[in-house]
């Protein structure tokens, strides 16, 4: 297995980042700059046509490490950010933009992209996982929260069923059809997010994919507006979510 | 009008809880110990077969009170706490727990008992909040919020649909077909309860009345779990909606 070899530190706002590499897979650590010897790790998905410092990305990371005193770190999906798209990346989004120009639903291109997606992400996931547990600051047996919306949940919730290091995760704004099934095998709490006049993801959908859950303790934030119109308060209750269920001592608590 | 009458005063933990009448309605104002001249204040509804002093509404008061720095108040529903009963009151208690005995489902007594509550004390309401208004700690002017479930929210959606005062609310665990109507008329941001598997309200029933207020500003927290399993969190996510909405200084910000 590949160990993770920092290339690049600076510190902000009381936030250490580390930019790694875990064999191929870029990454990066966001880490409070003071805290205790070892803390909780939550991993961020990013979303799709994005990259692992998109501003969303930097923002929740700093709330999750000065607000909770977790380590969080994101890395670029598959075809994301400075990595290389395969022959069938290009075709899927031009496909796309195809229907995007054409006024058409997205939702059947994006399921079936962000499955095929999934795929090559869950694995890579693991392995960052693995060698980011090597470090004394993160550890291996320590709890691990996952927080991704749109295509961070096409990657999330397969990824949530496969490896149970995964204790408490955030999902949200994606569709049921490739993602119930694995749904249906996850037990740890879950927070799900959706928008309630999503333009492109079917009420019905949403809901459908919430209630697929097998997790006693899951909860619902369903916020008027569109698809993109998601509050940016409810990366403050995904903080004071994973303080609850993730345990850190210096967290907002509920 | 009647102003308000102090009868008896007790602090702790940072609270003073204050029992006071105006005219012949019971009601209590929690207020921080200390804190600037002037804070918001928000009305706590009780729900069924309680009272303004049950222990879910001191917990919620405390938390406003401390966490957020609010003036809080709550007062006794017609027929509830140490208020005279009448025969139509005894009547629909008989009924409900005729139903309860048979098994049949208590939703049609419950929304039709409430609407008739209701229609007592939204007045009652109103005369409180014009005496509370008139301390010089709460004032005229200042924002105003309302909080209450099951049947606090069956009075509180009349109350916020015929109240301009009422300037942020926290609602659930009811049905839509007595106050959709009313909700429908709601333009304040609103947060709004449910529970993802309530064993007397169906879901599609509490997702129509989260979908009838017209508020563009409106959040609905679902939680897996029974009728009367909401979570105790719950109070801490609507001390932060008041806060985002009231604009306490001290408060849980999100």
New interface residues.
């Given amino acids: 297995m590949h160990s993770v070899q920092f290339t690049a530190e600076t510190t902000s706002n009381g936030v250490v980042e580390r930019d790694f590499t875990v064999g191929e897979i870029p990454g990066v650590l966001w880490s409070p700059a003071s805290g205790p010897d070892r803390a909780p790790l939550v991993l961020l998905g990013h979303g799709g046509g994005t990259h692992k410092k998109w501003p969303a990305m930097t923002g929740r990371a700093h709330l999750l490490a000065t607000g909770c005193g977790f380590h969080v770190a994101c890395i670029d999906a598959p075809g994301h950010g400075g990595r290389p798209r395969t022959a069938h990346d290009e075709q899927e989004i031009a496909a796309l933009f195809r229907v995007r120009e054409a006024g058409e639903p997205e939702g059947p291109v994006v399921v079936r992209y962000n499955a095929h997606l999934a795929e090559r992400a869950v694995p890579e996931w693991q392995a960052t996982l693995d060698a980011l547990q090597e470090l004394p600051e993160i550890g291996a047996g320590g709890p691990v929260g996952y927080f991704g919306l749109n295509m961070g949940t096409a990657i999330g919730v397969p990824l949530a069923a496969a490896d149970p290091r995964i204790a408490a995760a955030v999902f949200g704004l994606h569709w049921p059809d490739a993602l119930a099934e694995k749904a249906r095998q996850i037990t740890v709490p879950v927070a799900y997010m959706l928008q309630?006049d999503d333009e492109h993801i079917p009420r019905a959908s949403g809901?459908a994919l919430?209630?697929a859950f097998a997790?006693?303790?899951?909860?619902?934030?369903?916020?008027?507006g569109r698809h993109k119109e998601l509050?940016?308060?409810e990366s403050?209750?995904a903080a004071?979510f994973f303080a609850?269920h993730l345990g850190d001592p210096g967290a907002?608590?509920?």
């Fill in positions: 309630w809901l919430f209630d997790s006693k303790e899951k909860t619902l934030h369903a916020n008027a509050p940016r308060f403050h209750s004071v609850r907002p608590r509920a």
